[in-house]
């Protein structure tokens, strides 16, 4: 089985340019979730989405970072302008459900590095 | 109070022995319980789910303690390659900025198995 895919798998960028980070779900997920991690401040939840729409985006840092979910099979999480603090390892998961005992399968990451 | 907490470590054990770590969280109304693994560079992948009466696989062994809120792991028989990062998550509601029904990872538990 596919399992969450993301795209790139490392983003070097400098400050000031336009990041998109991209998901694919695991095919019959209806739940999908950004996260953030850094040494620092471990996992964070940035967004998640349920049947494609943005449920809770209160972990989002600020308006720089936007997500979108145009379908069951595909979303973005974009920042713009890109800030070298935004350096992290930045995760998408998916879960059948949002409620309930489903664990969330992650994707390998987009490791972003802005200079 | 952090939500969810878990001692950092690291935890240096020699190969075959026990080791047992701990999870303390702060909202009693949590739900739903899991222990994730994460390689060096790598995503969280599910060790297992945690049942109120507790549960075993293999040499792995989980609990759940709701009167003290906290959770524990136990491995039994350590190897090599159990050397990762142990993350400990808690999902229910009313977590604030948690999102996703209150799903909250901790920082993880660092643990070193040594031949």
């Known amino acids: 089985d596919a399992g969450v895919i993301q795209s790139p798998r490392h983003e070097v960028t400098e400050m000031g340019q336009e990041v998109t980070l991209r998901c694919k779900p695991i095919s019959g997920h209806n739940s999908l979730f950004w996260y953030r991690q850094t040494m620092m401040r471990g996992l964070e939840l940035l967004i998640y989405f349920n049947n494609n729409v943005p449920i809770d985006d209160s972990g989002m840092p600020e308006d720089r970072f936007s997500a979108k979910m145009p379908n069951a099979s595909f979303s973005t999480l974009k920042i713009q302008p890109s800030e070298p603090r935004d350096s992290a390892v930045y995760f998408c998961?998916?879960?059948?459900?949002?409620?309930?005992?489903?664990?969330?399968?992650f994707g390998n990451g987009t490791r972003l590095t802005v200079t | 109070r952090k939500e969810v907490e878990q001692d950092p470590g690291p935890f240096n054990v020699p190969e075959g022995a026990t080791v047992a770590f701990n999870c303390t969280y702060s909202n009693s109304a949590s739900q739903s319980f899991f222990w994730y693994r994460q390689d060096c560079r790598k995503e969280p992948k599910l060790l297992m789910s945690?049942?109120?009466s507790g549960n075993e696989d293999g040499r792995f062994t989980a609990q759940l303690n709701r009167a003290s809120q906290y959770i524990s792991l136990l491995i039994r028989d350590s190897k090599l390659s159990d050397s990762a990062t142990y993350l400990c998550v808690v999902r229910g509601s009313g977590y604030s900025g948690g999102g996703a029904d209150g799903l909250t990872f901790g920082k993880g538990t660092h643990l070193i198995i040594q031949p």
């Open positions: 945690v049942y109120s």
């Open positions: 998961a998916s879960s059948p459900q949002v409620r309930g005992g489903s664990p969330l399968h």
